[in-house]
Nanobody
Framework: QVQLVESGGGLVQAGGSLRLSCAAS????????MGWFRQAPGKEREFVAA????????NYADSVKGRFTISRDNAKSTVYLQMNSLKPEDTAVYYC?????????????????WGQGTQVTVSS
């Protein structure tokens, strides 16, 4: 069992920045590849970014590439999402999750444990 708690969301103007954190507890954090997803009202949950257990590999949705950076600190059992140049269309609830071994990083059904989410609102 893994517990994930996201934090760092809030209200920001377009062009601003936020840094999301996801703190894990329970099973050893370093054995999991991790991902960030987001869900806007009336839309399906969508992939944002993923990072391998050793930070060797990262993967981003085209919509955030060049603006968002995923990172992790295994010593702190935490994964981060640095979001720069935010746009109103980035408004959503952001979730972190643990990826199942060999699952496709971009698909939500490949993730087992999810946090409760943190709201990000970008005003124009």
């Amino acid at each position: 069992q893994v517990q994930l708690v996201e934090s760092g969301g809030g209200l920001v103007q377009a062009g601003g920045s936020l840094r999301l954190s996801c703190a894990a507890s329970g099973r050893t954090f370093s054995i999991f590849d991790m991902g960030w997803f987001r869900q806007a009202p009336g839309k399906e949950r969508e992939f944002v970014a993923a990072i391998s257990r050793s930070s060797t590999n990262t993967n981003y949705a085209d919509s955030v590439k060049g603006r968002f950076t995923i990172s992790r600190d295994n010593a702190k059992s935490t994964v981060y999402l640095q979001m720069n140049s935010l746009k109103p269309e980035d408004t959503a609830v952001y979730y972190c999750a643990t990826k199942r071994l060999f699952a496709t990083a971009t698909e939500a059904n490949g993730y087992d444990y999810w946090g409760q989410g943190t709201q990000v609102t970008v005003s124009s």
